[in-house]
């Protein structure tokens, strides 16, 4: 594998690194399976490049394609708190509708952003060459986003997030507006990914309205891989690890797809993908919460 | 103080499986009482007690706490008033969090929660200080996950976290019924202490008879949502265990349970 296809992999691990964070905080921490991201993911990508083809700042571009993430999350869990529609199911309605959406916004299937600006260039004068810039770059984003976010986990808002996933009536009995936490949760979750899906358009050069599908899968894949790769229990190390499951996931998969012998092509990423969280599953035992919840269940 | 006035609950309104509990039902409990809630199962003790913390609503009549009509206000909208200890030593605490970081959180109960750090110098400082009172070593496991402390130790905790944050009532629910009896002991010993020394108005719903007449200084028995027993002063000092037998067969000419209410 060239040196310029293993740094498209670990740019490509940092931007889903944001996902992975983001359905470490729902899956993990709310215990609400919020398969929203399949929508918020293009619907960032979507709102970005439609404001930058109109000449909008590409910082404020993505800045939007946060609130729009925010937006798509806060429905999840409007859905789920004020109309009672089970959690899995508000969030695949979301990410139906968001399809819709998307193609509505953009006009089409899809905007091409060849030739227009992008966050990356307001670093392109600082002299880091080519294949490393885009990388350093990303490595960057997804640093601030991991600080801020695991600081937000300690913090007593974040405290009170956990509990409400651990231990609704607990957390209640404590003071805690629960499902204030969830509609926060999910909105961080989302925009998150909003924003994961913007930098991924500026990256790839274009937003696509199908560039969501198995956005999901990608994320459970740096959860659950990164609990393996880091068999850790303290928070800081459990959100270390999803930023570098991502990264060791992408490579993986970049790994996979280059080797000619296995003859694999793009479009079977996602069954890469599928096998991959399946022996994450099998192997991480309980060092991967979401195995261990499985069994607890089980018994 | 807490008064409950002429409620009724309804459980699964407008369905076929609706059922009232309670009708018409009051009861009040001065500050500063202590008082034991027993009775047997569906008697309405739990349900009392879930009306009260506001996690069911009325369908009709008040609750007041203190001076304040709590009947609109939600369980975590009343937590600034109203502390709790659950039966299940898994319910009151949150097993993925550690020690320090479920005081934390029951420190946090009643102000406004923000993006400051949870924890900080002063606070284990201060969880420390308050976990050697039990004198059980815990505080040297503040960050231990809570799951990793027995059943006595985590009910002592829950003890500690209701008693962290100044409030008006606390609300025991059957908080020793899992514990073995020595364990059992411990944690009524500590909870005695902790409401005389913060003068708290108590509510304690038990199984067991010996301790509703032993704790306290009255008692109260329910059956199927009615008080049908309220004593206190001498003639609670009085009374034994088998008194309240007597009183209970006479008040339903029905054979008692015997298991859980004699034994425990």
């Known amino acids: 594998m060239s040196i310029v296809s293993l740094l498209g992999a670990i740019e490509a691990g940092f931007i889903y690194s944001l996902v992975a964070l983001g359905i470490f905080l729902t899956f993990r921490v709310l215990s609400f399976p919020d398969l929203t991201v399949d929508g918020s993911f293009p619907f960032g990508a979507a709102i970005t490049a439609v404001l930058i083809v109109k000449g909008w700042n590409p910082y404020l571009a993505t800045t939007a394609a946060i609130a729009g993430g925010c937006m798509a999350g806060l429905v999840t869990a409007y859905l789920n708190i004020r109309l009672r529609v089970l959690n899995l199911l508000a969030s695949i309605l979301t990410m139906i509708a968001l399809y819709s959406v998307n193609i509505r916004l953009m006009e089409g299937p899809m905007v091409p952003l060849l030739g227009q600006a992008t966050v990356l260039d307001s670093v392109a004068g600082l002299g880091i060459p080519y294949p490393w810039l885009a990388p350093a770059y990303f490595l960057v984003v997804a640093a601030i986003a991991w600080a801020l976010y695991t600081w937000f986990l300690h913090s007593e808002t974040g405290l009170a997030l956990r509990a409400t996933g651990a231990n609704p009536v607990m957390a209640r009995a404590n003071g805690v507006r629960t499902q204030r936490l969830v509609l926060l949760g999910l909105a961080i979750a989302n925009g998150m990914t909003g924003l994961a899906g913007s930098l991924f358009a500026q990256l790839q050069g274009a937003a696509d309205a199908s560039m969501g599908i198995g956005t999901i899968i990608i994320g459970l894949a740096a959860v659950i891989g990164g609990a393996a790769v880091l068999p850790v229990r303290s928070l800081v190390g459990l959100t270390l690890a999803c930023v570098l499951g991502s990264v060791v996931y992408h490579v993986i998969v970049a790994l996979a797809l280059n080797a000619t012998t296995l003859g694999l092509t793009a479009s079977d990423v996602n069954i890469v993908t599928a096998a991959l969280v399946c022996v994450a599953l099998m192997f991480g035992g309980r060092a991967t919460a979401l195995g261990a919840r499985a069994q607890g269940k089980a018994t | ?264």
């Open chain 2, 1 to 264: 103080m807490i008064r409950v006035e002429a409620i009724s609950v309804v459980f699964n309104a407008g369905t076929a499986l609706q059922q009232r509990l309670f009708e018409n039902f009051s009861l009040e409990i001065p500050s500063g009482q202590f008082i034991t809630v027993i009775g047997s199962n569906g008697a309405g003790k739990s349900t009392l007690l879930n009306v009260i913390a506001g996690e069911l609503p009325v369908a009709a009549g008040r609750v007041v706490i203190g001076e304040r009509d709590v009947t609109a206000l939600s369980a975590s909208e009343r937590a600034g008033l109203v502390a709790r200890v659950f039966q299940d030593p898994r319910a009151g605490t949150c097993e993925t969090l550690t020690v320090e970081e479920n005081l934390a959180l029951a420190a946090g109960r009643g102000g406004r929660r923000g993006l400051r750090l949870a924890l900080n110098r002063e606070r284990r400082q201060r969880f420390r200080g308050e976990l050697e009172r039990l004198g059980l070593g815990l505080e040297n496991r503040l960050t231990d996950q809570l799951g990793q402390l027995s059943g006595g130790q985590r009910q002592a905790t829950s003890l500690l976290m209701a008693a962290i944050q100044p409030m008006q009532i606390l609300l025991l629910d059957e908080h020793v019924a899992a514990l073995d009896p020595r364990t059992a002991a411990y944690v009524l010993d500590l909870t005695r202490r902790i409401i005389t020394e913060h003068g708290l108005t108590a509510l304690m719903v038990t199984h067991s008879m010996r301790h509703a007449l032993a704790l306290g200084e009255r008692t109260v028995m329910l059956h199927e949502g009615r008080i049908v027993l309220d004593v206190t002063g001498p003639e609670r000092a009085r009374m034994r265990v088998a008194d309240l037998i007597a009183r209970f067969r006479a008040q339903h000419g029905e054979e008692l349970d015997s298991d859980s209410l004699l034994l425990a």
